[in-house]
């Protein structure tokens, strides 16, 4: 992971998918202590248990905002977010215009802090995937 900390502004990404990934964002936390997860864990469902240790890291930067991590599931369309209150929170969202992508597809990722937006995209098309 890198120590570069988005705070403001529009940033875009862009990843040739392999495979079936789960591609997504998650908060800053500068203080995690990253080699006590060397297990497999995530950030959304799964073992709820490292959440009051995530929750522990808030900072100022946060502001109000309550989903803390958010990510698009390649193989179903599906987007996950949490507010780490709760195990699944709003696991497999389904959307207007949901759809999956396979090996060879690029998936581009725009994160808009002033709209306070993660948009998706699929191939160089531009397909709109999501808004969350």
């Not at 992508?101 to 990722?109: K, Y």
Request: net charge negative; charged share 25%; aromatic share 16%.
């Amino acid at each position: 992971s890198s120590g570069y900390v988005m705070r403001s502004g529009s940033h875009y990404t862009e990843f040739q998918v392999t495979g079936v990934p789960y591609i997504g964002i998650v908060r800053p936390m500068p203080g995690l202590n990253a080699s006590a997860y060397l297990r497999d864990f995530s950030f959304i469902g799964g073992d709820g248990s490292f959440f009051p240790d995530f929750l522990a890291q808030r900072s100022d930067y946060w502001g109000d905002g309550d989903v803390h991590t958010c990510d698009y599931n390649c193989d179903d369309g599906k987007m996950h977010f949490t507010a780490w209150d709760e195990v699944d929170e709003e696991s497999d969202f389904e959307w207007e215009g949901m759809e999956g992508c396979q090996s060879g597809d690029t998936v581009g990722m725009l994160l808009n802090f002033d709209e306070g937006t993660l948009t998706v995209y699929k191939n160089k098309g531009f397909t709109l995937l999501l808004d969350c």
